[in-house]
């Protein structure tokens, strides 16, 4: 299980997916209301609107709740990120001790490279 499984790749999303195989982070930010959004999509969920930029984001930000999944051979960190200048994300938490991570915890994006698609955006402890 991934927690970016359900960003489809599309044209709306191709400048999503272009950024992250170069590994940059850009979020969609609406010009009507001026707020980002995860995740990205051609249409701005707060007001509706179609008038999106791509905006580099630090991938900075802090756990905001997160579930361990031990039913597989290796364990799993699904996670909330609120990230400091954006929206709260669904993700993975990675390359950490699901043992030592808490909420508030401080995390970063990294992009890990997938088999069959583009690098998705994942978090670790910064
Ligand atoms: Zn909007």
Not at 36 to 54: E, F
Not at 92 to 114: E, Q, R
Request: net charge neutral; with cysteine.
């Amino acid at each position: 299980m991934n927690g970016t499984d359900f960003i489809a790749h599309s044209p709306e999303t191709k400048p999503f997916w272009d950024a992250a195989a170069r590994g940059r982070f850009v979020l969609p930010r609406c010009r009507q209301c001026d707020r980002t959004h995860w995740y990205p999509r051609g249409i701005c969920p707060h007001c509706l609107s179609k008038a999106l930029d791509w905006q580099e984001s630090p991938g900075e930000g802090e756990i905001h709740s997160f579930s361990v999944n031990r039913m597989g051979d290796q364990p799993y960190v699904l996670a909330y990120v609120a990230l400091t200048k954006g929206p709260i994300m669904l993700t993975n938490i990675v390359d950490a001790d699901p043992d030592t991570l808490s909420i508030g915890a401080k995390v970063k994006v990294v992009f890990k490279p997938s088999p069959e698609q583009a690098p998705v955006p994942l978090f670790v402890l910064r």
